[in-house]
């Protein structure tokens, strides 16, 4: 550990003043934050949220990964971004916007394309936080592979239309992705989206970033996660949830009707559901000691 991870310096005190005011944030809570090596995957709209929330929050140290490049159209809600960044990697951008918001918190982003030959040597396995922002489940699958073998806790999080959700997740502790996600190659489902332009906007994702970082905190605060999948919606209107409902595992479908949850392609409610997580016993990642009798 570094000697200046140990305490906070005089422009830190001064900086994180009105959070270290907070009845329920000391300067402990604080070290905790600063301590912390978090990696995000995705430098889009999900990872603007959650690395603003970090970089204002005060967080040790981010890696962020993302292989694209900043194009108009990702500026309706990718706000780290901006006008001149155009054609410029999401990386760049990031550490430009990073070190004019808080130089104090170590940002790493790099422009790498993450797959099966790529993953190992692109996260860092001491890292104490995955956030997978990737919009693919196929590449989320991966990214919940790495940490379920590396005991890595991992932060599922995304929206879908005005709804959002987020989980954090700890396997062997809780459910791994797949327990939750299972139906990651559908090739009919999967073609059908491949072609479409996602309607999305900054609302959702505002709300999701709040809702994951705050479970990171509680995670901080208590040492362990609360073991829930948060869904919120923003309007009670009807919120085409597809996207989302259509990868369900069948575990997580009779979870949800066990505690009176029934997910349709179409939401109507407005506000927070709330549903408690256990692991699928049968699930391939993290059902058996496969990873265990490995190491
Ligand atoms: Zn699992």
Known sequence: ?????????????????RQLSMADWSEEDQLKLKKLHVTVMGIGGAASSIINNLLLLGV????????????????????????????MSKAESLKIYARRLNPNVKVIAKQVKIDETTIDEGIDPETDLIIDTFDKW????????????????????????????????????TP????????????????????????????????????????????????????????????????????????????????SEEQGIRWGPIWESEGMTKLKLSKDPACPICGNSQFDEKN
């Not at 996660?225 to 369900?248: A, M, V």
């Open 176 to 255: 791994c992705l797949n327990c939750l996600i299972g139906r990651f190659q559908g090739p009919s489902v999967v073609g059908s989206f491949q072609t479409a332009i996602f309607a999305i906007n900054i609302l959702p994702i505002a709300a999701m970033g709040a809702f994951s970082i705050a479970e990171l905190i509680k995670y901080l605060k208590t040492g362990e996660t609360t073991n829930q999948f948060y869904f919120g919606s923003l309007y009670n209107t009807k919120q085409d949830i597809r996207f989302f409902t259509l990868f369900l595992s069948k575990h997580f479908k009779k979870i």
């Open 1 to 17: 550990m570094n000697q200046e991870d140990l305490f906070l310096s005089a422009d830190e005190k001064e900086r994180y003043l």
């Open 60 to 87: 040790g140290k981010i890696v962020a990964i993302d292989q694209d490049t900043v194009e108009l159209s990702n500026l309706n809600r990718q706000f780290i971004h901006n006008v001149d960044h155009i054609g």
């Open 138 to 173: 196929a590449s989320r699958s991966l990214v919940n592979r790495f940490a379920v073998k590396h005991k890595i806790l991992y932060l599922m999080a995304g929206v879908v239309s005005n709804c959002f959700y987020t989980a954090l997740l700890h396997s062997p502790h």
